[in-house]
């Protein structure tokens, strides 16, 4: 029995981790952006796609390591983030809804049209920059899966402080609170929603980039990602920064362990089954603020 | 003599007839002395390269066009076939059945070629062999794996050029059970789950069934097209195999192999095979020490003694500056079959091509050297097969066996019962198949 939990429960537990903290962040970042502007950015997967390939792009070519091009890709993206608020998203706040859905639908579209064009459709697969498993023993587990949960924690812990300890991500939480207080009380919505957007795209990029070595990339992988993030943001509360997270590393862990017993693809069916009845039944999610018909 | 000046009128007059004629008899000197004017060029011969350009196959898809293209090239630098140039058409068929159908019939109806070379994954094959079937159009399968199309799928303008599922497998199998003697039990047998990945493990399963009388072999699905396998790897060390067969291709086998190695899941294996089309030749450095040892069955292997082998790999690389594959190679000696087939008929008719392509012996890249035969039954090319082992991220043959017993019986349009699906013959196929004799594996070593 405990030769079992070691060798087959535990390394899908630390693979559950890693898998509720990569999409974890980007839909951190979607929920923030609902909660500020109550904009639903369909595009926020493909940035996750996009900033991996532009991360890599510069891996390939100017930038000497990858931890490098991890930090380098969040500040491109970041920027990216901001292009998308002020051009797209802004001159569209207070309008009907549809035509926000539309229009970052639309932008989602494109950017898969052109990662295929720029980059070819044909999936890359990419080494790890630390190669090599480590054993425990009775099981053996890849020593860049270790490391990146080591840097999600970093990456998870520094989120937690800048929202939690300084002024600026206080002025954040508030926003996704109450935006409309908020510039009563004499803060720049305009740019905290701005650099919502920008952080919200940088956090995509990190996830994507730490992911790249994980899984082989395409420009579709920003739709299989999109699909994760509302699956998490609707279970743990749209706007809800804490539900968010909580939410992404249950549902890691529920998918990569109930891969154990049940088939991925049964897993993904139970999934979206769970999803629905969450929907039906508590439709704010477990930490969201409670909606209008409730 | 009148002394009258000829007035202007006069002069331009008679000044415009003397040009006229000088023109006139210029132009007549000119056409009869000019030299005969070039020969109108005979109108092309158009092929038809039709696989997966994009998407996870991208880079057998793109072997395929190069081997096309260096067989091609040859033709026409010898002449063409039929006096003819050869063009080629290449469409890409994404991996999509729905595509595929409509790039066939563009080649069919629109471009009028005279043979097919393709496709690439066998799920989109079963679509383009219906269509080759129904505009009656040669079509030459040099990559696809699957055992369909001997079989059920089976139509009489349709030549299998390498070595399908159900001939390779035969030949590793039987390597495998002489090497290993594995039981069943403790052998796993992954594969996407697809048209080919279906017809590998069945393919396995039932040989050593009904060849050796071994049950109770394990096996795993996943999609085709996966960027994540872990999620199937508790599946895997639940049964905890000692003996592992794998059938992927293209990225999907690049980021499995690289993710069973990163989670020790290939350490401790007695054996570790794979189906003919696990790695590509030119795809290996992407492995790394994780390939070393797979064991697989080649209808061509790069160290190959075969000279034809040896001259195509010289030339691909010449070409290319790329090292050629078992792609690239199948393509190459498909379209110089169709050639010589052509030139023999004295015709691109559909009808005597097949005439002369049945029964017919030939030479090429394939296999271990020697004389190929296309059999007339089934339409399968009948030589040994080589299986490969990785050693040091470098191919080694080290052993051939018996192509004509590999191959089986001929099942040629094999029917699928009333009420039963094509899986269900399919299993037929192989309950009635010959297991008897045993092929002849002969142990060699060939190293580049």
Redesign the interface.
Known sequence: MLEYVL???L??FF?GLILGASFGLVALGLSIIFGITGVINFSHGDLFMLGSYIGLTLLWSILPNFWISIIVAALVLGAIGIMIERLICRPLYGKAPLLIFVATFGLALFLREAAKLIW????I?VD?PL???M?FGV????I??LAILIIFSIVYASVWFFFNKTKYGAIVRAATENSQMLACLGVNVSRVRMFTFSLASALAAVGGMIMLP?????PE?GA?VILWCFYIIVLGGMGSIGGTVLAAFVIGEI??LG??WLE??E?EILGFLILITVLIVRPRGFFGKPLLLE | MSTKPVSRREFLKYGALAAGAAIVAGGAVYYATRPAPPPAPKAAIKIGDLSGK???G??WGLHMTLGTKLAVDELNAAGGVLGRPVEIVTEDTALRADVAIKKAEKLILEDKVAAIFGVLSSGVQRAVIKVTEKYKTLHFLCVACADYFRTVDFHKYFFTVHQDGRMSHRALVTWLEKEYNPDPTKLLITYQDYAMGWAHERAVRKIFEHAFGKKGTNKVA??L?A??F??????I??IAPEYYHSSTWG?DS??QI?QMG???LL?GLKSFTGSCCIYLTSDLT?Y?PTADGTAFPKYWAYPSPNKESIDFRDKFFATFGQTPNQASAAHYEGVKLWAKAVEKAGTTDPDAVVEKLEGMEYTGPLGPGGTKVMRKEDHAAIFDNQITLIDKGKEVVVATVDGKVCAGKPMPKFPIPEGKTVEDAMEAVYDQDSYKPMPDIKKVRYEA
């Open positions: 060798r087959v429960i390394p899908s693979d070819s459709p044909n999936p697969s790890a190669i090599g498993h054993s099981f053996y587990y890849p860049y899966r994980i899984a082989s990339l395409s992988a299989l998918f990569t891969s154990v991925p693809r897993m | 994009t998407g996870v991208a880079n996943w999609p097209g960027r994540d872990t999620p199937w790897f508790p599946k060390k639940e990225m690049i980021t690289r990163d989670y020790g350490k992407f790394g």
